[in-house]
């Protein structure tokens, strides 16, 4: 591929409108919307609103005008983009608080089994919060084990199989209705973290007959550092799993001021301490970008984004360990290398901003919304560049940072 | 009082220079600063710097550049406010999640024993979590007493005491030393929820040799809307108490994405997911004004505003429900009146916002940092006024509103 080439489909590309709505500094391609999400130029003002008239003005009074429900607002602007109905989600709380939540009572629901079945190498909070939670019902135990040994271990004792649907270094991506219907089969129900999927491939929960779900709203969702997670429960299950954490904004009457706990009705017992409110504003901008956004246009971008950074890596004798073919991958490309810090590094220095996960992977993340693939395809150069110069060697680049 | 008894009180008021640092709407006077406190001027500015330049400009690179230390940054700042060490206190979640974490975390630290101890009509959240946080330690029970029976109730089965410092509709306070030393001397713990005396009253956690605490920082901290709780572990405690919300966040290396949950050293393992960076953003700059303020010139001005209220009351003959003591309640004034809420609705047309508490309570909080004498004074004549006109009886201040 050409740079001229990149400006063709450029000149075509239905989603070019969209860079428009986000405020990128200049000099950068950044290609770790996959970890945190570019700035929606509308938070901005969202932000000022937030603060200066809702807080500062209002007050106290906010919450009648808007705050109280932003949770299940938010819950339903997120609904079609996991082919969810808009009372089946609600957001508040991070994705390892809502993991914790659902997996207790999920094996509470299911007091005859006592097995969660996971994946060795998911995303860490995944299994943390699975090892935390089965220590909340007796009897119940986590089996993590390697993707290819999946199948064999859902059995008649699995309560829970809990996967994540694009895997955060690989990329890979679990079938959903087929590992749905595994589920179902055994006996299980299952919860799918979208977390890496959700803005980055289509999703159709409703299809699949999912159960249960989370994801992150800071990744492809540009919800800002820290934006609350969402959960989703079928609507078939929502009576029957009751809240572990059972705070007072979950309460079927939070403003009663009642000593006992009786779970409100629907996703809102889901619910557990006062909600973000500055974060739930800056959220709702950037979720108001995806209003009408055709997320298989985006798929089909994002699969020639990648498609333009395997090429590279070929050319260079990289190893590329995302999946070749799109519908069995997320939205971003991983290339194995011993050196892959020092790389990331080096790229990060030339405005190429990517990240590292230990121990060798190079990860970059492919967001169609405001990369263009010329910007895609000047990346590959750089990337190139820093290979076949060597720049990745120098020493500054093995400084290691906190967060990495 | 008249009124120039009140402006002779702020002529020499050490806190008056205090105002200017908050944003208040004209033509309020604002009575609810103990339910969400008001806008630092500060946080305006602080807001605008994190999401243009530290998410916008520097995006993923702001991990490395302040946001993974704000839990504990934050912390550190709280910690004069309580009268702990930096090191034992953390801010991430909100009140309800952490009081979940450390009460599960403090019955397993003592099975022998399996009961917690609270009190009747505590701030509801405190109950509602409790329950189901025994339900997560087998064996576990709540017993929840009247405040006159506690003493009674604290027996050799008591493995926690769990008592909020200021009760959120009396204001009446629990002497700190005494009932954590009765705690003790009964074999048990005390966790101390400060949600409603922090920044309202002078607290050392530490003299009182206090075992853990959690606190909200969007009443009289002016943290903003949903702004994240604090979490406090004495020394002592802190390797003993597990968090069961084992989140990647409070791993001890989160960037080594290990499968096995290893907690963290110190108060780090009390965080679970990404935290809420946009929030703490503003809570950092809210925290801020309190530099230097002495807590006791603080608690004095306080006195004297409820002083002036409580006069107010007496003369129309509302019953105060509220200790007339200072070392013996918080930061706000309670009446009870059948029509508490039209009165409360009343008042809020009139320019006084204050709040009504299910089902019979007006409480007007009293933030010496924001409200002047004369303010306060202004206050009890218009609740003179709406009482003796019997404004408050006309049916549009009997519309209730979903938040209360």
Not at 208 to 236: E, I
Not at 287 to 297: F, K, R
Request: aromatic share 6%.
């Amino acid at each position: 591929m050409t740079r001229n080439d990149a400006r063709a489909l450029d000149a075509t590309d239905p989603l070019a409108g969209c860079r428009a709505l986000f405020d990128l500094p200049d000099g950068v391609i950044y290609l770790d919307g996959n970890s945190l999400g570019a700035l929606p130029s509308a938070v901005t003002t969202a932000m000022a609103d937030v603060t200066r008239r809702q807080w500062g003005d209002r007050l106290i009074r906010s919450w009648n005008e808007g705050w109280i429900d932003a949770p299940a607002r938010l819950g339903a602007m997120i609904a079609p983009l996991i082919g969810a109905a808009p009372d089946e989600v609600i957001v508040g709380d991070t994705t390892s608080a809502h993991l914790f939540k659902l997996i207790v009572a999920a094996l509470r629901a299911n007091p005859d089994r006592h097995t969660i079945v996971s994946e060795s190498g998911n995303f860490p909070t995944d299994l943390h919060i699975a090892q935390g939670a089965v220590g909340c019902v007796p009897g119940a135990r986590l089996r993590a084990v390697a993707r290819a040994d999946l199948a064999d271990a859902i059995d008649d004792d699995t309560a829970l199989v809990l996967l994540t649907h694009v895997h955060y270094k690989t990329a890979d991506r679990f079938d959903m209705p087929d590992w749905t219907a595994r589920a179902h089969a055994a006996g299980a129900i299952i919860l799918w973290d979208l977390s890496h999927s959700v803005g980055a491939v289509p999703i159709d929960l409703t299809a699949a007959n999912a159960d249960m779900a989370v994801g992150c709203t800071y990744k492809y969702l540009n919800g800002g550092p820290g934006a609350p997670a969402f959960v989703h429960v079928a609507r078939r299950h929502q009576a029957m799993l009751v809240n572990p954490v059972s705070g007072w904004m979950g309460h079927a009457a939070p403003f009663k001021f009642e000593d006992d706990y009786r779970p409100a009705d629907g996703m809102k017992r889901w619910l557990v301490g006062t909600p973000p409110i500055l974060q739930m504003a800056a959220l709702e901008a950037a979720l108001a970008v995806w209003a009408g956004i055709d997320q298989s246009v985006v798929a089909t971008k994002s699969a020639q984004l990648f498609d333009r950074l395997a090429e590279v890596g070929d050319a260079l004798g990289l190893e590329c360990v995302s999946p070749r073919d799109p519908a069995r991958r997320g939205s971003h490309i991983s290339f194995r290398h011993p050196h892959a810090y020092e790389i990331t590094q080096a790229l990060i220095a030339r405005g190429v901003i990517g990240d590292f996960r230990d121990p060798d992977i190079i990860r970059l993340g492919l967001t169609p919304l405001y990369l263009s693939h010329e910007d895609v395809w000047r990346a590959g150069d750089i990337l190139t560049d820093v290979m076949t110069s060597g720049a990745w060697q120098d020493a500054r680049f093995a400084e290691r940072l906190a967060v990495t």
